[in-house]
């Protein structure tokens, strides 16, 4: 692999300037300022084991793969309101004020972009601050001047963009998306079925951008988004962030499964009042997100391989809008399953958690493992990245794989392989004599 060690300035591109994205400019701010430890995150706070258990290699993360250093980052964003990270962040409500007047020097700085919107692709949710163009094509000029202008202002070296805005309704790919010719003439032609996250993907693209996608929506999961990746040779990923209540269950499922443990229902519901909450009150919009929160368990469970355990199970999720809650969203679980000779028992797990708190670390690690794969020279998807995702992108021939503990092997081996290292196995014989 060409290891390019980072110089200059790393510009970090957010599509929507709300909750998530403001509780990660702030955290940022926190953590460089010596005021908060970077929990969360894997790559300020996680160590990777180097060689033998033996030789007691264990080093950090972020100075064995050497990422870019926070003070290094310089933040842009687009949003459909006029209001400043500050502003925006104090209307989210996720951080206390005595945060959010620690980091508001650094929020104020933070002045969106006029935002490419159209609501028919998120329903419950509109505002003034939006571009207008004859066309997509467009549109997607503007988002690329917007760039241009943005690399010129801040004198970065590099940029990386991650998708933070509203859930979009569900589409599926469909022949405007199957390849890239004809996407870019479904743009020319305002093509009702491209949405405005893929107006970004291939703006960021084409400006040589990686761009990974922290919402369910189809944005980059398409041919015709992978062939301009391919052909730009950048790195892309997504998509939706994996927080609370699938984070909770990637993380249960696995051990359920590795003690042979049937499962004959699972019942998810959640309920929460921020704006992710008011744009998921849509159906259309839920749609997209219950596709993303419901595909992990069928992966990791493995019903064709395992019927007796887990072909009959019964898979609910609901997502409540109840404004009282804010961003302290509550995920309730409740998951029948059996054992030895068929009795059944149950778990409860109340999660009472906050999205934004769980999100902000995942877009730092992104931003940075973005910023690593581009100076690698990794181009296209990003599966070892899947760690991060409720809904990994594989390659069209594979199956994703969900479960969370591989997800982190397979993270950590990516890391040694890039770095030159050995990878690591597990297998432990060379501890025994024969």
Known sequence: ???????????????GLGAVSTTFIAGVNSIMHGQTAPIGSLTQMG???????T?????????????ADLKDLVFGAWDIFEDNAFQAASKAQVLTPQDLELARSALEKVKPMKAVFDQDFVKNLDGPHKKSAENKLVLAEMLMDDIKAFKKANRTSREVMVWCASTEIYIEASDVHSTLEKFEAGLLNNDSRIAPSMIYAYAALKSGVPFFNGAPNLTVDTPAII?????????????????????????????????MLGVEGWFSTNILGNRDGEVLDDPSSFKTKEVSKKGALDFIFQPEVYPELYQDLYHKVRINYYPPRGDAKEGWDNIDIFGWMGYKMQIKVDF??????????????????????LRHNKKGIQEWLSFYFKSPMVAPELYPEHDIFIQLTKLKNTLRWMMGEDLITHLGNEYYAD
């Open 227 to 259: 062939e301009l990746a391919e052909q730009t040779g950048l790195p892309i990923a997504g998509k939706d962030f994996k927080t609370g209540q699938t984070l909770i269950k990637t993380i249960l499922a696995p051990g359920l499964k590795s003690r």
């Open 352 to 373: 009472l958690c906050r999205d934004s708190i769980l999100a902000a670390p995942i877009v730092l690690d992104l931003v940075l493992f973005a910023d690593l794969a």
């Open 47 to 53: 160590t990777i084991r180097l060689g033998k258990r």
């Open 55 to 67: 030789e007691n290699r264990s080093p950090k993360i972020k100075e064995f793969a050497q990422l």
């Open 1 to 15: 692999m060409v290891n390019q060690a980072p110089q200059g300035k790393l510009g970090v591109l957010i599509p």
